[in-house]
């Protein structure tokens, strides 16, 4: 039986669950990506608050040692040259606490630490203060005697402690939030380049789904062209493709005068192998035929199927009778080995009918039409031999009722082989 083709199923399913599955992981990587961007600013604004608090806390100390050296000049000289480090020590000692405490650094134990350094730098600056009041007051004596105490220096010292070990806390939680920063900023790279990746996967699958897709119409495209202008059963051009062909050789024809000849062809004895063997034998009849037609035929000469066991053979350019003859008794002698197993020899045949433009008709039907009548009278005048059509210009003759002439010819002692003298 004639075979269709099947439009192969597009695999819709699985490439939607793929792209579903790929915008699911996408998405996902894009939220942990805006968490970690998210953390990553807020592990940025602790480093900045630590940075800060520990420079401010630093400062403290370092202007702590402005306004003490200050004092001790102006203690010591008189010059009040040295009171402006240490009025600028003073200031700033203060300025530093307030933003060391405003750094945003919430930490417990940096707080208390501040407080308690802020209480400690009260009582060394009011130290300090009370020997340079008592120097302006020329109380010399008492301004050193304050500074030989001691109390000062203890104070310094204190400080000085503090504010180490609070600067040295603060670095080992910097290096543990740099730490923590950049493993953040690790998992965030992983993550924009496996979601850069997926994305890449993504238009590379769909690139080779719409090439795949693309091959698949265009081999759809092919295979219904084929199914459109070939037979699906003997894979020769069928009666649309011949008609299109045979008007392409009919104008060239008409414009140059070059003639060709059409042979009509038809089966003898088909029906009785379908109806006694079945179809299914009956197609591989079919198609056995056409592969022996084609095996005989040379080049130029152009073979189609265009009805159930109609063949035609257009061959382009001038033959003599002789030749068509050659051609007519090479197709029917084909046909003599047996065409199935099943089937004995000579029991399918062939009748032809000839006939050429412009000697039988000025067009394509006209030129078909003398073919069939030819054929016809091949059918009726015995079977198995061609017949030539007769010439516009000539009288009808009828072959038992038919127009043409044909008579018998034995080819080689093969049976039944016909051929017009």
Not at 4 to 30: D, E, F, G
Not at 129 to 157: H, P, S, Y
């Amino acid at each position: 039986m004639p075979t269709s083709y099947v439009v192969p199923a597009l695999p819709i399913r699985r490439s939607v669950i793929t792209l579903v599955l790929a915008l699911v992981i996408i998405t996902a990587m894009s939220i942990f990506f805006v968490r970690e961007v998210i953390d990553l600013r807020h592990a940025m604004g602790q480093l900045r608050q630590n940075d800060t608090a520990r420079i401010q806390v630093r400062n403290v100390l370092m202007n702590l040692l402005n306004a003490e050296t200050g004092q001790r000049g102006f203690v010591l000289t008189g010059d009040p040259a040295y009171l402006e480090p240490y009025q600028l020590g003073r200031s700033s000692v203060r300025a530093d606490l307030a933003q060391a405490e405003q750094s945003g650094y919430h930490d417990a134990a940096f707080l208390a630490s501040v407080r308690k350094l802020a209480l400690i730098t009260e009582s060394k600056l009011d130290e300090l203060e009370r020997t340079v009041q008592l120097k302006k007051r020329g109380d010399d004596a008492a301004a050193l005697a304050i500074v030989r105490e001691g109390f000062g220096r203890a104070k310094m010292r204190e400080a000085r402690q503090l504010i180490q070990e609070e600067v040295a806390r603060l670095r080992v939680t910097r290096d543990a939030l740099m730490d923590d920063f950049n493993d953040r900023l690790l998992r965030a790279a992983v993550i924009l380049v496996l979601m850069l990746s997926t994305v890449v996967a993504m238009t590379v699958y769909a690139w080779r789904s719409l090439s795949a897709a693309a091959r698949r119409n265009n081999e759809l495209a092919r295979r219904l062209a084929m199914e459109a202008s070939h037979d699906a059963l003997t894979g020769l051009p069928n009666r649309r493709f011949f008609d299109c062909w045979a008007r392409s050789v009919v104008a060239r024809s008409q414009r140059s005068g070059k003639p060709f000849t059409l042979l009509a062809i038809d089966l003898d004895r088909f029906k009785a192998v379908n109806d006694t063997h079945g179809h299914a034998d009956g197609d591989e009849v079919l198609t056995e035929v056409a592969r022996r037609f084609q095996s005989v035929l040379r080049g130029g000469e152009f073979l189609a199927r265009i009805g159930g066991d109609e063949f035609v053979v257009l061959m382009e350019g001038e033959f003599s009778r002789n030749e068509v003859t050659s051609v007519g008794r090479r197709l029917i002698d084909c046909l003599y080995p047996s065409l199935h197993p099943r089937l004995a020899d000579n029991v399918v045949g062939a009748s032809i009918g000839a006939a050429s433009f412009p000697l039988n008709g000025a067009g394509l039907e006209g030129v078909m039409q003398a073919a069939d009548n030819a054929l016809y009278a091949s059918k009726h005048g015995g079977r198995g031999m061609l017949s030539f059509a007769c010439a516009e210009v000539c009288p009808s003759r009828s072959v038992h009722g038919s127009t043409g002439h044909a008579a018998p010819a034995m080819s080689g002692g093969s049976p039944t082989t016909g051929a017009v003298f």
